[in-house]
């Protein structure tokens, strides 16, 4: 069926370094896709999206890639801070069928002091 | 509020037992989703309602599981003789469309004994 996936479960680097956390879809259709960031006991916080017609999005410190050749979604963090820690959820919305959206397992991104 | 809340934050019940999840999306936001979460997992949809058209029930995992929403505000999720594989965290999320981004509330962390 489809699904998204991450590529790495966990990703550890130091303070001040950028991080990139990647995704692979597989749904060539989907035409909008979602980073997420969940906190240890907390819901998931929207962080940067971007539709299908766009190869990159820029945010505060964030960058989302898109690259539909090769269905891959990857999330760059500029200068990671302690507060950066947590998991990182890539979502897709899916054009045809119901309008939910369907989640990667996660990445849990580790800042090191 | 200004965002989505969710009650209770955390719930004990017996297998067996009935449990109802209230969740209060954000004024305004006429869709609103549930997911479950497994410990260590990605999100899993569930039921989405949009407006006033018939809710998208095709996440629920089985007939044990229903959700309404009264008056296209506040929803209720209820899982009826529950099972110690329903044990998770389930959040609610609201959009101001059905296209939008999704907002998620803190989640209630349901344990079946």
């Known amino acids: 069926g489809e699904s998204v996936g991450l590529h790495l479960p966990t990703l550890s680097v130091q303070e001040g370094d950028n991080s990139i956390i990647n995704c692979a879809y597989s749904n060539s259709a989907s035409d909008y896709f979602i980073w997420y960031k969940q906190e240890s006991g907390k819901g998931p916080q929207f962080i940067i999206d971007?539709?299908?017609?766009?190869d990159k999005r820029q945010g505060q410190r964030v960058t989302v890639l898109l690259n539909k050749t090769v269905k891959h979604l990857s999330l760059q963090i500029a200068a990671t801070q302690p507060g950066d820690s947590a998991v990182y959820f890539c979502?897709?919305?899916?054009?045809?069928?119901?309008?939910?959206?369907?989640f990667g397992q996660g990445t849990r991104l580790t800042i090191n002091p | 509020g200004a965002g989505v809340s969710q009650s209770p934050s955390n719930k004990v019940t017996e297998k067996g037992k009935d449990v109802e999840l209230r969740c209060d999306p954000i004024s305004g936001h006429t869709a609103l989703y549930w997911y479950r979460q497994s410990l260590g997992q990605g999100l899993e949809f569930l039921i989405y309602f949009q407006g006033n058209s018939a809710p998208d029930k095709s996440g629920l995992p089985s007939d044990r599981f229903s959700a309404e929403r009264t008056g296209g505000s506040v929803s209720t999720l209820t899982i009826q003789r529950t099972q110690q594989e329903d044990s998770a965290v389930y959040l609610c999320?609201?959009?101001?469309?059905?296209?939008?981004?999704?907002?998620f509330g803190p989640g209630t962390r349901l344990t079946v004994l």
């Open positions: 979502a897709e919305k899916l054009t045809q069928g119901a309008q939910k959206l369907v």
């Open positions: 971007i539709r299908s017609n766009m």
């Open positions: 999320a609201s959009s101001l469309a059905v296209t939008a981004k999704q907002f």
